[in-house]
T-cell receptor, first 116, second 115 residues
Framework: DTAVSQTPKYLVTQMGNDKSIKCEQN?????MYWYKQDSKKFLKIMFS???????INETVPNRFSPKSPDKAHLNLHINSLELGDSAVYFC???????????????FGEGSRLTVL | GDSVTQMEGPVTLSEEAFLTINCTYT??????LFWYVQYPGEGLQLLLK?????DKGSNKGFEATYRKETTSFHLEKGSVQVSDSAVYFC??????????????FGKGTRLSVIA
């Protein structure tokens, strides 16, 4: 079983469209994240959720709206897509420090978004 | 804020050569340190970690030692293989009182090993 799974793996769409990426983890972790990796491989945190609550929102445009229906799922919806949104988006999860976590993140395989 | 600086790539080595990828950090308190590896077309995998000063993380022939005095966590391998070709990321997280904080990543170093 895949620990952190994201769908879709590839997404090609036109500017102005709205799209969603889904993420699920079966590790029992309380914290989930979205990272953006640009064309130069730089990884930047976008959002962090702990037990369905938004903890971190790192100056991401409000066209990006994360949603966590339960602690095992964290979806990312993007409105009015722009060329600059083209990137690989990674979902990750971690076990809380209070439950023995070390800060290690477990990553999904990524979702490559191409905006034309 | 916390930050990680790692050597710019790309790094190209011949098979069986010695590898060093430098990583230094700036953080408040005592962070945990990590090396992640990203193979082409894949997600990030944890390679090794160290959670306190002088700890040595090791895995698959790779090693890194947490040096508080030099705020460094350099990655080394004695003899690289073609299969080690990937992008390597140094990262840190500063412990909160509870919950978690996201990893802060360096910019990544691309390693190419040629036969």
């Amino acid at each position: 079983d895949t620990a952190v799974s994201q769908t879709p793996k590839y997404l090609v769409t036109q500017m102005g469209n709205d799209k969603s990426i889904k993420c699920e983890q079966n590790l029992g972790h309380d914290t989930m994240y979205w990272y953006k990796q640009d064309s130069k491989k730089f990884l930047k945190i976008m959002f962090s959720y702990n037990n369905k609550e938004l903890i971190i929102n790192e100056t991401v445009p409000n066209r990006f709206s994360p949603k966590s229906p339960d602690k095992a799922h964290l979806n990312l919806h993007i409105n009015s897509l722009e060329l600059g949104d083209s990137a690989v988006y990674f979902c990750a999860s971690s076990q809380d420090r209070g439950q023995g976590g070390t800060g290690e993140l477990f990553f999904g395989e990524g979702s490559r978004l191409t905006v034309l | 804020g916390d930050s990680v600086t790692q050597m710019e790539g790309p790094v190209t080595l011949s098979e069986e050569a010695f590898l060093t990828i430098n990583c230094t950090y700036t953080a408040t308190g005592y962070p945990s340190l990590f090396w992640y590896v990203q193979y082409p077309g894949e997600g990030l995998q944890l390679l090794l970690k160290a959670t306190k000063a002088d700890d040595k993380g090791s895995n698959k022939g790779f090693e890194a030692t947490y040096r508080k005095e030099t705020t460094s966590f350099h990655l080394e391998k004695g003899s690289v293989q073609v299969s080690d070709s990937a992008v390597y990321f140094c990262a840190l997280t500063s412990p909160p009182h509870s919950g978690n904080t996201p990893l802060v990543f360096g910019k990544g170093t691309r390693l190419s090993v040629i036969a």
